[in-house]
Structure formats: C-alpha cells, structure tokens
C-alpha cells in the first residue's frame, strides 16, 4: 500500500485533478472549519479497543466503533454527512497518549534496524528549504548509521507502507477499509525540529493526520487551480493554521493544499491515514463508459454511421470560433448518441471492475484468536506420531458456517464464467501479489452469493442451496481451504 498516498507529483497529476478543483473553489467553499476540543481522558485507549474490537463478532460493527474511536469526539454519522470530502476538521484532545501505541519513533528504529527497508520503496528522505523541495534518496538499504545521520542533518524521514512491518498498523487499517470501502493506506513522517520536508501540496486522497509525538505547525489552504509548484502567494491566506500535538487529529479532503513545519524545539512524529484515491464517479464512468460504446456499436447501427465527409472543415478547435449550421447539427448528433450510449452502460460489471480493483488493493485480514481457531489456520491438521493425522474433510451437514468478515469475497463475472475474488491470501504491500480469485462451479454459484449474503450470520452447510448434499459439503471445503469462511465451533 506504499505509495498512493504521495503527495502529488503536479506535472503529472494537474490534468486529473483540474477540473476536480476547479469545481471545488466554485461550487462548494469558503470553506468553514470545525473546530473541536476534547479534555475527555476516559477513552479507551488503542490497545485495549483492539482487544474489545477482537470480542465483537460482526466485523461491520468492528469497522465503525474503530473509525468512531479515530474522529472522536465527532458522530461518525454527522462527520459523513456533514464534513466527508467537503471541509477540514481539527480534534484538539489535549490527551497525549490518546493515539499511543500506533506507532512511536522507537517502533521506527526497530523496523530499520530489524526490516530490509529500501530507499525510495519504503523509505524517503526529504528536505524543504527556501522554497525547494528535494529528496535525497541514495541508492540500496536504509539503516540506521545513515538514516539518523540524514535526520540530525536536518531532513525529514517518510516511511512509505509502515503497515507492512507494523502488525498495529496493520490491523487498524485493514479495519478501517471495511469502513470507508476502499483502500486505507499509511503514511509515517518523522520531522526534525525547526525544518520542514515538504513544499506546499495537495493530495487526491481523504486524509486523517494522526500526531503521534511532538508536535506540528500545519497551514492547510482552499483548494486551487494546479500548478507545478505553489508559492505563499499563490495559494494566499491559510483558512486554518494550527499547531498540532500528541494526541490531536486533522482531517482534510483532497484537494485541499497544506504544508506543515516542525517548531524549533521539539520533533513530529505523525501518521496519515489516507483512503478514497480513486474512488469517485468519475472513475466509475471511466470504466462505464468504454463498454457501453462497445457495446452500442454492436448493437446501434447509429453508432456504426460514417462521419460526414467534409467535417474536418467545420469541426475541430481552428473551427470553434465559426457560427454554422453544420456545426449545430454535428453537436446535436453527437448530444443524441451520448443519450443513447446511456442505455448502454453496463453499470452492474464497471462497479464490479470497480471491486476487483479494491480487492486488489486491500490488506489481507488480521485475524482474531477466535478467529484462527474456528478457520483453517486452526484446524487439528497436523504431525503426530511418525504420521499426519485428522487429514481430510471436516465439513458436514450439521457444521455451522460463515464468512470469516464481511466483503472478504466477492463474485464477479467475466461474461463467460463466474469467479470469486478474495483477500485472504493478499501481501502486506501494495500489489505484491496478483489480484486472488478461483472460479465457482455453477452449481455452486447460488450457494456462494447465499453465504455472502447471510453475514453475519452462521448457517449450517446443510442449508445452502445446492442441488446435493456432496455439493455443499465440496463447496464449505473448498471455502475453508481458501481461509473465506469459519465455523462458530473450532473444528
């Protein structure tokens, strides 16, 4: 998951997002920031949720009591109404252990000294003075001689996909993209006193900044037309400038720029928790909208019609500026077909498209105790005595099952057969492995999208529906291989 937090690399961006932020200065801001203290010392602190967390059986409900445990003191109902992708959000809690044992400085040094950590794939090193941003990436491992050696020298440190060597941060995020639907991703910044590592920049991702140590001066402005590069003047006056400590939380959608700088006297130590990058209508269409052209040209005659011979002389931008009927008449075609082409959309197979690739960025599930008992990481397998005993099936009719979370599989169809997509067997790091899937059998198909639709719910192998019982004990088999389901009984 290292790398689609970045900050935007605007020369390569600027088309993506223009229209993006464009539409956000018009449509939607002056922005008006909420503002919330906290003095509530009572909540629970992470490790202790964890272990609650790991007690609550319907990991939906696991997924939102963490997120609400994230913004709080906020409603999560209110902060998706009122706040998701439209307005930052500052949570000053004046607690600093509040985000204790997420990560610390010292579970840093552990990963470089422990972790083949590599130089520009989970390791940058940056500098930002008088106005220029550099990053100073040498080739090879990061250890610890050289990496303490760039901070003392006044660079700041970001580490790419902390989620790959931290089993915390591992588990919160895998969590927490049960809640948003898509892909939560991370991002640790050690800052050194009195620097900043970074230029003024927007991201295209929704993003939670976590202050873990230390603290932070952020600036965080209106969104703006891109640019390459953004002087002060540029983006002019900040609508919110605070300095971060442990404990407290900012929330900013993308698109909104901010810098932030470390105060003379004391590090920063933050993590920011992205998610959303990709994950708008747009991208949606973009996948919409080239299979219901294909999809109309082969079954539309209108679609397959020849341009007019002459319409390179009225068409086009060295025509723009012309008042012809001809070219009333080719925009009233081409406004025609594009109603047309609606009718077309395939929008149940682009969403479907739309899952694969979620389910190919995801993080594969931390399990719970309860968990790796009931599935096949704790089935009674093993070598005893000279031999391999309780080999073989352990499903039956009576065996009461589930998936093991919910959206841990999907079923996609190719137009040809049907398969199931899963993360179980996903990497720690992003796009390590190739997407997971298997095909269904047919006769196991209405089975299969039961037992999806049951969840939470055990259900008994007896009651899917197929056609015989050996089918649904071969399919409980097969989906208890794979680690999908568990049983509500260690087996």
Not at 187 to 215: C, M, R, S, W
Request: glycine share 6%; proline share 6%; aromatic share 10%.
């Amino acid at each position: 998951m290292s790398k689609l937090p970045l900050p935007i690399d605007y020369h390569l961006e600027c088309n993506r997002l223009s229209m993006y932020a464009k539409n956000l200065v018009k449509c939607l801001y002056s922005v008006c920031v909420t503002k919330v203290k906290c003095e509530d010392a009572s909540v629970e602190a992470l490790g202790d949720l964890l272990n609650d967390l790991a007690e609550i059986s319907n990991s939906r409900e696991r997924a939102s009591k963490l997120f609400q445990w994230l913004i709080h003191p906020i409603p999560s109902k209110s902060f998706f109404k009122d706040t998701w992708e439209k307005k930052p959000v500052l949570v000053q809690r004046q607690n600093i252990n509040y985000y204790k044992g997420l990560f610390s400085t010292a579970e840093f040094d552990r990963i470089l000294r422990q972790e083949n950590i590599q130089y520009g794939v989970n390791l940058d090193v940056t500098s930002y003075t008088n106005g220029k941003r550099e990053t100073h990436n040498p080739p090879g491992r990061a250890l610890p001689f050289t990496v303490w050696d760039f901070y003392e020298r006044g660079c700041s440190l970001r580490m790419l996909n902390p989620q790959a060597f931290s089993s915390t941060v591992w588990n919160v995020l895998s969590i927490l993209q049960e809640q948003f639907g898509s892909m939560a991703g991370a991002n640790v910044y050690l800052t050194p006193p009195g620097t900043q590592g970074f230029a003024p920049h927007y991201d295209d991702i929704e993003a939670f900044v976590i202050q873990l140590e230390g603290k932070k001066h952020w600036r965080v402005y209106d969104p703006r037309c891109p640019s390459s590069n953004f002087s002060q003047s540029e983006i002019g006056k900040p609508i919110l400038e605070v300095v971060l400590e442990a404990g407290d939380l900012l929330y900013f959608p993308r698109g909104f720029i901010h810098q932030g700088d470390c105060l003379p006297d004391v590090h920063s130590l933050h993590l920011t928790v992205s998610s959303y990058q990709r994950n708008s209508w747009g991208d949606l269409l973009a996948k919409v909208v080239p299979a219901a052209l294909e999809m109309a040209m082969e079954e539309d005659v209108e679609f397959r019609r020849g341009l007019p011979l002459d319409y390179l002389t009225y068409m086009g931008v060295q025509n723009s500026d012309k008042v012809l009927q001809t070219r009333v008449q080719f925009l009233s075609r081409i406004n025609g077909l594009m109603k047309k082409l609606a009718a077309y959309a395939p929008v149940d197979a682009a969403v479907d498209q739309k899952a694969i690739d979620f389910f190919h960025d995801c993080l594969p599930p931390t399990l719970t105790a309860e968990e790796l008992a009931s599935s096949v990481h704790g089935a009674p397998s093993r070598w005893e005595n000279g031999k391999a005993v309780d080999v073989g099936a352990l499903m039956k009719s009576q065996t009461r099952i589930r998936l093991i979370r919910s959206g841990i599989a999907r079923l996609c169809s190719d137009g040809e057969a049907v398969w199931l997509y899963y993360t179980a067997d996903n990497s720690r790091v992003y796009h390590k492995e190739e997407p997971k899937s298997f095909e269904i059998k047919p006769e196991h198909t209405d089975a299969t999208e039961f037992l999806i639709h049951a969840y939470p719910k055990f259900v008994t192998v007896g009651s899917l529906p197929c056609e015989s019982a050996e089918d649904k004990v071969s399919l409980a088999g097969v989906l208890f291989e794979k680690g999908l389901i568990h049983t509500a009984e260690p087996l």
